[in-house]
Nanobody
Framework: QVQLVESGGGLVQAGGSLRLSCVASGNTDSIIYMGWYRQAPGKEREMVAILYNNVDSDSRYGDSVKGRFVISRGDTDNTRDLQMNNLRPEDTAVYYC?????????WGRGTQVTVSS
């Protein structure tokens, strides 16, 4: 089992920045990648950014955030930070941290990000 705890989020004006952080605990050796997803009201959950636990630290970004968001390891290999710049009202959503192992997916409880116009 893996437990995920998110922090950060909040209310920001359009054009502003926010930073999210996710810390994993438990069976972290099983994690293949960690990253962030988001879900806006009435919409499906979508991938924002993920970062693999491999030598090359491969990353993937959703098309809508490329060039504005950056995912990175935090203080430890079990932490993922998401730096969100030039935020837009359409970025408003609940942001969830996800960890993927070979057989399971684990989710955090989510943190609200609201961008005002």
């Amino acid at each position: 089992q893996v437990q995920l705890v998110e922090s950060g989020g909040g209310l920001v004006q359009a054009g502003g920045s926010l930073r999210l952080s996710c810390v994993a605990s438990g069976n972290t050796d099983s994690i293949i990648y960690m990253g962030w997803y988001r879900q806006a009201p009435g919409k499906e959950r979508e991938m924002v950014a993920i970062l693999y636990n491999n030598v090359d630290s491969d990353s993937r970004y959703g098309d809508s955030v490329k060039g504005r968001f950056v995912i990175s390891r935090g203080d430890t290999d079990n932490t993922r930070d998401l730096q969100m710049n030039n935020l837009r009202p359409e970025d408003t959503a609940v942001y969830y941290c996800k960890a993927r192992s070979r057989n399971d997916s684990y989710w955090g409880r989510g943190t609200q990000v609201t961008v005002s116009s």
